[in-house]
Nanobody, 120 residues
Framework: QVQLVESGEGLAQPGGSLRLSCAAS????????MGWYRRAPGKQRELVAV???????NYADSVKGRFTISRDNAKRTVYLQMNSLKPDDTAVYYC??????????????WGQGTQVSVSS
């Protein structure tokens, strides 16, 4: 089995910062792309940021310059540093990873979701 466990949910004031973490565990042979998505109330899930195994990253226009995605391959963990938070960043954030299992099967796995709320 493979699990993605997120941490770091919380409440921040506008202009504040939060850091999310997501650790993968289980019968993993390799982890390819890792990313963060979010779903705001009444909206569809959207991609926030993605990072390749080699460290290349891409961001949604709405978070460029404010959020930073990073990963520690040895710890099988992806991070999302969120600075200059805005109320529009309020959402449930989900981590995602493309994982090759020891069985040889490959697929996309999701974390359980973590709530980020930005309010004064």
């Amino acid at each position: 089995q493979v699990q993605l466990v997120e941490s770091g949910e919380g409440l921040a004031q506008p202009g504040g910062s939060l850091r999310l973490s997501c650790a993968a565990s289980g019968t993993i042979l390799a982890i390819y792309n890792m990313g963060w998505y979010r779903r705001a109330p009444g909206k569809q899930r959207e991609l926030v940021a993605v990072i390749t195994r080699g460290g290349s990253s891409n961001y949604a226009d709405s978070v460029k310059g404010r959020f930073t995605i990073s990963r520690d391959n040895a710890k099988r963990t992806v991070y999302l540093q969120m600075n200059s938070l805005k109320p529009d960043d309020t959402a449930v954030y989900y981590c995602n990873a493309d994982i090759l299992r020891l069985t040889g099967s490959e697929g996309a796995y999701w974390g359980q979701g973590t709530q980020v709320s930005v309010s004064s």
